[in-house]
């Protein structure tokens, strides 16, 4: 049987925007759960240059059916212009933990 949940990867530059950015995707039910890891070292080209660059990883569960929804509200609250969002599907997990995220997600009716 198919999963329909996906771990979504997004880099932020500092805590304050990471606390933020998870804040704001779990509230409006577009992420089950978001974990902040703590600092990382990126090391990417952009415009050209060789950057290095201490980040804040996020980790966004969801479900495949909030994904359009969540990546437009990443990119309305994220302070980069063109922020890292790559979905990559979970194929198996604990039953329960994934029915946990079916519930956070659903969409409210007004």
């Known amino acids: 049987m198919p999963v329909d949940k996906l771990l979504i990867y997004c880099t932020c530059p500092d805590r304050e925007s990471a606390d933020r950015i998870a804040g704001h995707l779990v509230s409006e039910r ?61 194929e198996q997990g604990l039953p329960a933990y994934l029915h946990w995220i079916d519930e956070c997600t659903e969409q409210q009716l007004d």
């Open 30 to 90: 577009l992420a089950a759960c978001v974990n902040i890891t703590a600092p990382i070292v990126s090391v990417y080209t952009w415009q050209g240059k060789l950057e290095t660059t201490d980040e804040y990883l996020l980790l966004i569960k969801t479900s495949r059916s909030r994904y359009t929804a969540l990546e437009q509200a990443l990119l309305s609250v994220h302070p980069y212009e063109l922020p890292e969002i790559i979905a990559v599907p979970i």
